[in-house]
């Protein structure tokens, strides 16, 4: 069966743009009411619109909701927004990311600070929020339901190294304990926490990997299962753990990444 979300409330950071626009599009799909949130700029708030328009035109609720995640304020902003429109939130999916690779010897402070204010301390920030506002409920949850489900968007690179993106791998690898520590921490307040890891993804962010036929072809040497992911693919695992069908899962990695955690390269070494 579909998995069913309907009269829950999700935000969804990065909405605007790739696997969290895929994501915020599933939810809603599913019944859920999305928060799409959006970097503060114009583009993005325009994408951010057409995201709630395409929600709407389908029938779903949804509201924008701009906010930079590395900033404190714009994140209490996005928590009161959410709830002023949909008076609660059940479910927070941590997707906004960026990239910004460079050689060790050449990376900047600026450049090592930028990817971890987003990728962790604005992934701590969201956490933060979702866990005050699912702690303050005054009523249990119901037996086989949260109290609230938090979803962290990391990648491979949680535990596969990647020359001339440490800054974006120690990011992702700390997601990795944050969500683990988080999960032990507020289990008992049957809060869920999880992590989705995608592998290569078809989004702006890894353009260069995959948009010539040069360079999908080095990619697929990294996928077992041969192709590209799609947002889609990430957004239907991210569907299951915001669901009441995975209610006995929490502090795991789901990784959803074609296979390219396998070692493909030692396929034929034996
Ligand atoms: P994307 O560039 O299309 O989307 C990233 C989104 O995050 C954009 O909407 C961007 O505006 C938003 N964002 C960036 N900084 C922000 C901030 N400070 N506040 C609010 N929003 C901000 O890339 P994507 O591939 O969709 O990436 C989404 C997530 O998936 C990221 O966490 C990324 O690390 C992760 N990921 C992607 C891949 C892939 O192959 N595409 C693989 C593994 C993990």
Redesign the pocket.
């Known amino acids: 069966h579909a998995v069913d979300l309907s009269g829950r409330v999700a935000i969804v950071?990065?909405?605007?743009?790739?696997?969290?626009r895929g994501i915020a599009l599933v939810l809603a799909a599913a019944g859920a009411r999305v928060v799409v949130?959006?970097?503060p700029n114009e583009d993005?708030a325009r994408r951010g619109a057409e995201v709630v328009q395409e929600i709407v035109s389908a029938g779903g609720q949804a509201v924008a909701a701009p906010?930079?995640?590395?900033s404190e304020d714009d994140v209490e902003h996005l928590f009161r927004l959410a709830s002023d429109h949909f008076q609660t939130v059940d479910i927070l999916v941590n997707?906004?990311?960026?990239e910004q690779p460079a050689a060790i010897q050449d990376m900047t402070l600026a450049q090592w600070q930028k990817v971890i204010d987003?990728?962790l301390t604005?992934q701590f920030l969201c956490a933060r929020a979702a866990a005050r506002m699912f702690l303050s409920r005054s009523t249990p949850p119901p037996a086989g339901e949260a109290a609230g489900k938090i979803i962290f968007?990391?990648?491979?690179h949680e535990v596969i190294p990647w020359a001339f993106q440490a800054n974006y791998a120690a990011s992702k690898g700390g997601v990795s304990l944050l969500m683990q520590s988080l999960a032990q921490e507020l289990a008992p307040m049957k809060i869920r926490v999880n992590s989705v890891a995608?592998?290569?993804?078809r989004?702006?962010?890894?353009a260069p990997a995959w948009n010539t036929p040069d360079s999908m072809k080095e990619l697929l040497k990294l996928i077992p299962y041969g192709r590209i992911g799609e947002?889609e693919d990430v957004a239907r695992a991210v569907a299951w753990l915001a669901s009441d069908d995975s209610d006995y899962v929490t502090g795991t990695t789901l990784f959803v990444d074609g296979g390219m955690t396998l070692y493909p390269e030692f396929r034929g070494a034996g």
């Open positions: 950071t990065g909405a605007n743009s790739g696997i969290g949130n959006h970097r993005s906010a930079d995640i590395s997707n906004a990311g960026i987003t990728n604005g968007i990391s990648s491979v995608p592998g290569a993804i989004t702006p962010i890894n947002p």
